[in-house]
């Protein structure tokens, strides 16, 4: 089956920075793909080498198997995305916005489809409103629709979520999740790690221009990631021949890091024998947080 | 059909919006020129083919009026686009680079023409026009527009920030054309300036145009329309290469 997008050694470079050095990777049809890392790491980067927004220093890419240069037409068709800029046009209304949009991809009747997308995202009250007057939550939505007005398979969101309310971000989630639902593939930057767990089924991070982990989202929470335990102890001292290694400590109270539940035990087994008493005890699972820390470190 | 009508709409509708900047303030200006240069010259500057200064004069307003709008067209919406980040609105779509050249370009020449057509609107009120070849002026239009659309066009890919621009319009096209004899026969020039107007496109532009009104002019009009359409081919190839190889466009 071909993939909804592959990139192949795809290189950037910005004088002698390389935003991107060799990324190859591929997102499966259908799936809800994470593409995280720290500022800087390249991910607007690859999104816009990926809808031709910006020419790749060597490499290839292509959407739905149709390369972003040599086939663009067919490539761009393919792809909506969402930028991470909040940009607009102050010239137009959000309805005018979306029927020009829709009309760049050669879609000249489609209303229908637009007044739907206009409601799924509550912009109703806000169509006929110039985009100028709209605040910066409002305009992230109207971004969304505009990507979505010639219902690509493909729809990149680069960190949609910025600056977006509690409420407006569950609303754009559910819409997003029923778009993947509906066979959508969706690619999503963010750095709200919370979100990316939860949503995404595959996750690649991005370190310097270069991918230094890509699984599935379970896989990386299991292997990069273990437990915290946070104890409060009736000293300030630990008891020695304790394996787990402190993640920090503040008074009495002690983060450990735990490779799985049976150092757990380990650990407890070591305080009952040392005598320390446990006036508090909590476990926390693994969270994309901790996995991405860690990679970081290591790369 | 692609995204070129589309295109070539919003960028019509964009300056449509704005109209009383766009079209009734440089309507107006031309019309000050009118007054103060009719004022000022009238006795001077001699008009060949035996018309008024004014019969003489208007129809160079007219043409300037065409060439300036046709270039803040293209120019400006570029910019803006560029500058304000919304340009990938348009660079997202399967949209091809002959595509975006013809909307840019002809949403100038309705903007130059638009103009132009106020501008000799307002002025006939005023000053006896004579139509001695209607084919010339509108051909003259159509290739002067087309000429400042592309270089507009072309100012726009090239300029990182409005100031480039402004200077490109203040520094190049504004004294090209006021030199150009909008207000007065190259032939009442002394020798080496008449030949120095030789080296300017715009002159051919604007000699040619008028020639459609009073039936007299400087140069062979049909010379003329040369020189228009082979500025327009130069000008057409080179923003069409930079089009297609994403210059500045797409990074
Ligand atoms: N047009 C450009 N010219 C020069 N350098 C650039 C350009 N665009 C991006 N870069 C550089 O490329 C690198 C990657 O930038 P990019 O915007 O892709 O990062 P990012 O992962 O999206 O970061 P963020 O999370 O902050 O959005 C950065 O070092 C950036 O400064
Ligand atoms: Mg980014």
């Known amino acids: 089956m071909t993939f909804a997008i592959e990139t192949v050694n795809v290189e950037k470079r910005y004088g002698c920075l390389r935003a991107l050095d060799a990324v190859s990777l591929q997102v499966r049809q259908g799936e809800f793909f994470g593409l995280l890392g720290p500022n800087g790491a390249g991910k607007t980067t690859l999104i816009s080498v990926v809808a031709g927004l910006v020419r790749a220093s060597a490499g290839t890419a292509r959407v739905m198997g149709a390369d972003v240069v040599a086939d663009y037409r067919s490539a761009r068709r393919m792809l909506g995305v969402v930028p991470q800029e909040l940009v607009f046009d102050p010239f137009f209304t959000v309805r005018e916005t979306l029927r020009l949009q829709s009309g760049y991809f050669g879609l000249r009747r489609n209303d229908a489809w637009i007044d739907e997308i206009i409601h799924h995202l509550d912009l109703d009250a806000k169509a006929e409103a110039n985009m100028r007057t709209l605040s910066g939550g409002m305009k992230r939505r109207v971004l969304v629709a505009q990507a979505l007005v010639h219902k690509p398979p493909v729809i990149v969101l680069d960190e949609p979520t910025a600056g977006v309310d509690v409420e407006l971000r569950q609303g754009l989630w559910r819409f997003i999740r029923r778009l993947n639902r509906d066979g959508h593939t969706i690619v999503l930057t963010t750095h709200y790690l919370d979100e990316a767990e939860e949503l995404c089924d595959r996750i690649a991070l991005l370190k310097a221009g270069r991918v230094v982990a890509l699984d599935s989202t379970r896989n990386l929470l299991q292997t990069f990631s273990g437990f915290v335990l946070r104890l409060r102890l009736d000293r300030e001292q630990l008891p020695a021949g304790l394996d787990a290694p402190v993640l920090s400590q503040d008074g009495t109270s002690f983060n450990l890091r735990l490779r799985d539940t049976a150092e757990l035990e380990s650990v407890l087994h070591r305080l009952r ?22 990679v970081m470190e290591r790369h | 059909m692609g ?26 200006t031309s019309l000050l020129y009118l007054v103060v240069f009719a004022q000022a010259l009238a006795d001077r500057a001699p008009a060949p083919g035996g018309v008024s200064y004014t019969a003489f004069l208007v129809p160079g307003l007219v043409m300037m009026s065409i060439l300036q709008n046709a270039f803040a067209n293209s120019s400006s919406s570029l910019i803006q686009s560029k500058v304000t980040g919304n340009m990938v609105f348009v660079l997202l779509p399967p949209i091809s680079h002959l595509e975006l050249y013809a909307a840019y370009v002809l949403a100038s020449m309705v903007r130059g023409l638009v103009v132009g057509a106020g501008v000799l609107a307002v002025t006939a009120l005023f000053v006896d026009l004579r139509l001695a070849s209607p084919l010339w002026i509108a051909g003259f239009a159509l290739v002067g527009s087309a000429v400042l659309g592309a270089l507009g066009l072309l100012a726009g890919i090239w300029a990182d920030k409005f100031d480039q621009i402004a200077a490109f319009q203040n520094f190049v096209i504004l004294p090209l054309t006021f030199l150009s004899g909008v207000f007065y026969s190259i032939h009442s020039l002394p020798e080496f300036w008449q030949h120095a107007s030789h080296l300017n496109p715009f002159f051919y532009l604007i000699d040619g145009f008028r020639y459609g009104f009073i039936g007299a002019s400087d140069f062979p009009p049909l010379a003329s329309l040369a020189v228009g359409g082979l500025s327009f081919a130069i000008l057409s190839a080179i923003a069409l290469a930079l089009l297609k190889s994403g210059y500045k466009l797409r990074g």
Do not use: M
Not at chain 1, 279 to 291: G, H, I, K
């Open chain 2, 3 to 28: 995204g070129f009508p589309t295109l070539f709409y919003k960028e019509t509708l964009r300056f449509w919006k704005v109209s009383f900047q766009t079209v009734a303030a440089p309507v107006l």
């Open chain 1, 273 to 294: 024998e040392a005598g320390v008493g446990i006036a508090e005890f909590e476990l926390q699972p693994p969270d994309l947080e901790e996995v991405f820390l860690r």
